[in-house]
């Protein structure tokens, strides 16, 4: 009973949540510039004073938009960039 509860729980929690908008973004390391130029990505950070306000990837510039932390023992951060 009280796994089906928590399972119930966290699904509903993921779809009303949105639990994977953070995971849509593609990864800075793949972008390959022989291809299209994505729109947005995201960027892992050492700490948060390594995030910078613009990127330039493929000759374009992305302006920081979100950062989080992600919560590892490390204290790492990721970065979302938009155009």
């Known amino acids: 009973m009280f796994k089906k509860l928590v399972a119930g729980a966290l699904t509903a929690g993921f779809l ?8 849509a973004y593609v990864d800075a390391d793949t972008i390959d510039c022989s ?4 729109d ?3 960027m ?14 493929c000759g374009k510039t992305f ?10 023992a490390f204290g790492t951060w990721t970065a979302i960039y938009k155009r």
């Open 35 to 38: 291809k299209t130029v994505p």
């Open 16 to 23: 009303l949540g949105g639990a994977g908008s953070a995971f």
């Open 44 to 57: 892992k950070a050492p700490s948060l004073g390594s995030i910078g306000s613009t990127v330039t990837k």
């Open 40 to 42: 947005a990505f995201q």
């Open 63 to 72: 302006y920081l938009k979100d950062k989080f932390a992600n919560g590892d």
